[in-house]
């Protein structure tokens, strides 16, 4: 079955330290990855994604992504965080069975304290 | 580019009455929808997909008679909650896609059952 996981509920780094929030997947065949970013009452923002090429993925707001197959990664990073990145991040995978739906992760709220 | 919107965005209704939510994709044409239910500090849950002109394709335990989908154009999709109750109540997310392109996610609707 197609899942992925987000370890981790919450993550908090202080502003200007780098930050990562974890994820990992479990697809068979080649997967396509997402990352989205949730504020309070709002709808997902997409971040970045992984379909195919180098393994690590620029995306917007200075967020990137590695991809890793061997250890089914796919982990979100800046190098800086700021307060404003403050949010709920999910993880997604693109099922291989239908490629219209996406699985979620159950999400990682990321806090930036200054 | 590549906007979706959601109407209302914050809705209260007795239990026993319909409730109808509107997702409209503002500057494509969306060959695609999608309707995504999120409980609080939980990940979304796909509940169903619909293509213009088709009848919607529902998840595995989702009421279709409950949730009644329409997808009657290219830029509008919309979903009635029948006979709601208070168990009903979440944030209703929609998103949109044309072709194969990334879903676009509108900005979410709270209903609220009383």
């Known amino acids: 079955a197609q899942s992925v996981a987000q370890p981790e509920d919450q993550v908090k780094v202080a502003e200007g330290n780098p930050l990562t929030v974890k994820c990992t997947y479990s697809v068979s065949g080649n997967p396509y990855l997402f990352w989205y970013v949730q504020y309070p009452n709002r709808g997902l923002q997409f971040l970045l994604k992984y379909i195919t090429g180098d393994n690590l993925v620029k995306g917007s707001y200075g967020f990137e992504a590695e991809f890793n197959k061997s250890q089914t990664s796919f982990h979100l990073k800046k190098p800086s965080a700021l307060v404003s990145d403050s949010a709920l991040y999910f993880c997604a995978v693109r099922a291989v069975y239908n490629t219209d739906k996406l699985i979620f992760g159950t999400g990682t709220r990321l806090q930036v304290f200054p | 580019g590549a906007v979706v919107s959601q109407h209302p965005s914050r809705v209260i209704c007795k239990s026993g009455t319909s409730v109808k939510i509107e997702c409209r994709s503002l500057?494509?044409?969306?060959?695609?929808m999608f309707w995504y239910r999120q409980f609080p500090k939980q990940s979304l849950m796909l509940m169903a997909t619909?293509?213009?002109?088709?009848?919607?394709?529902?998840e595995q335990g989702v009421e279709k008679d409950k949730f009644l989908i329409n997808h009657a154009s290219l830029t509008l999709s919309t979903l009635t909650v029948t006979s709601a109750h208070p168990e009903d109540s979440s944030f209703y997310i929609c998103?949109?896609?044309?072709?194969?392109?990334?879903?676009?996610f509108g900005p979410g609707t709270r209903l609220t059952v009383t």
């Open positions: 998103s949109a896609r044309t072709g194969q392109s990334e879903q676009y």
């Open positions: 500057d494509f044409q969306a060959t695609t």
């Open positions: 619909s293509n213009e002109g088709s009848k919607a394709t529902y």
